[in-house]
């Protein structure tokens, strides 16, 4: 399995953008479902963003459509989620996961991932 490791969290302001990192280790993300998932405290884990095992498809949660866009760097073996117009209820700790049994019904379910990075957090106030 491989290991990820997040990067880029940090407190912004409401309406401002922020630019999270998943970098894996240990081996290449190809073949692997990714997905970015957050949790709130006091919340279940959300799904937020995700590529399917072929790299070819996104998925995206309801409440972060036409705001957050997920994307690879295959060369550098890291995925980005790129968030825009952040709210405060956009306020979490942000995982990246990954995992080669993951399909696509079940891309949104955060116990299908076998990989897990340590998290990092995202703070959206004024």
């Known amino acids: 399995q491989v290991q990820l490791v997040e990067s880029g969290g940090g407190s912004v302001q409401p309406g401002h953008s922020l630019r999270i990192s998943c970098a894996a280790s240990g081996g290449t993300l190809s073949g692997y479902a990714v997905g970015w998932l957050r949790q709130a405290p006091g919340k279940e884990r959300e799904f937020v963003a995700g590529?399917?095992?072929?790299?070819?498809?996104?998925y995206y949660g309801d409440s972060v459509k036409g705001r957050f866009t997920i994307s690879r760097d295959n060369g550098k073996n890291t995925v980005y989620l790129q968030m825009n117009s952040l709210r405060p209820e956009d306020t979490a700790v942000y995982y990246c996961a990954a995992g080669k049994g993951v399909i696509t019904s079940s891309i949104r379910n955060h116990e299908q991932y076998a990989s897990w990075g340590q998290g990092t957090q995202v703070t959206v106030s004024s």
């Open positions: 590529y399917s095992r072929s790299g070819g498809f996104t």
